[in-house]
């Protein structure tokens, strides 16, 4: 149980398009969803926290306006990377902490890979 | 703030050895959390340790805790070239609408030579 699942896996798109990542708890209900970004050979870094039905917490220094955060269900979380531009690539992962487990456990997506051109 | 760190950052070993791998956290945290990374990939869960003192081991990987110390070891007997990958600790941060925000190490990456 506790799986999570990305769509898509990796995206490849051209600079000032808009991409949007998924991200699922398959198997169980997740009030919050976590959004992470990670450059190559570095650490994760929290992009920005949000709750099922209300509006995302962002981490300082995140654009809200650019990174636009959408969580529809208790089983679902978006996140619309806009106008993106070269910079922007990266691996997006998610995570899921399971609702009603004590530990808050979270649980990772598979993550997803954008490349802007 | 709270800061957590890794070291060594890169360790380069040779199979058949032990090895430690440590992560120093800089505030009082209740829990703590070992990851693999392998490339290209997302993370694994490897331990989650809950209380001072605390010891789990699978396989090869024994993770222990010293929440007075504030430090975590990951140890690695005898290495074979399977656990060469990226391995994160974290910590549980602050908590955000209603759930604990995780603060992750650098990461060390350890190779593994046959």
């Known amino acids: 149980g506790a799986v999570v699942s990305q769509h898509p896996s990796w995206v490849i798109c051209k600079s000032g398009t808009s991409v949007k990542i998924e991200c699922r708890s398959l198997d169980f209900q997740a009030t919050t969803m976590f959004w992470y970004r990670q450059f190559p050979k570095q650490s994760l870094m929290l992009m920005a926290t949000s709750n099922e039905g209300s509006k995302a917490t962002y981490e300082q220094g995140v654009e809200k306006d650019k990174f636009l955060i959408n969580h529809a269900s208790l089983t679902l979380s978006t996140l619309t990377v806009t106008s993106a531009h070269p910079e922007d690539s990266s691996f997006y992962i998610c995570?899921?902490?399971?609702?009603?487990?004590?530990?808050?456990?979270?649980?990772f997506g598979p993550g997803t890979r954008l490349t802007v051109l | 703030e709270l800061k957590v760190e890794q070291n060594p950052l890169f360790l380069s070993m040779q199979e058949g050895k032990n090895y430690t791998i440590y992560c120093n956290y800089s505030t009082t945290s209740d829990r703590l959390y070992w990851y693999r990374q392998d490339p290209g990939k997302s993370l694994e869960s490897l331990f989650v340790l809950l209380s001072n003192g605390a010891v789990k081991q699978e396989g090869r990987l024994m993770a222990s805790l010293d929440t007075k110390a504030r430090l975590s070891t990951l140890h690695i007997t005898a290495a074979v070239h399977d656990l060469s990958a990226t391995y994160f600790c974290a910590v549980d941060g602050f908590e955000v609408q209603g759930a604990q925000k995780l603060v992750f190490g650098q990461g060390t990456r350890l190779t593994i030579n046959p």
């Open positions: 995570s899921a902490a399971r609702q009603g487990f004590g530990t808050d456990t979270q649980y």
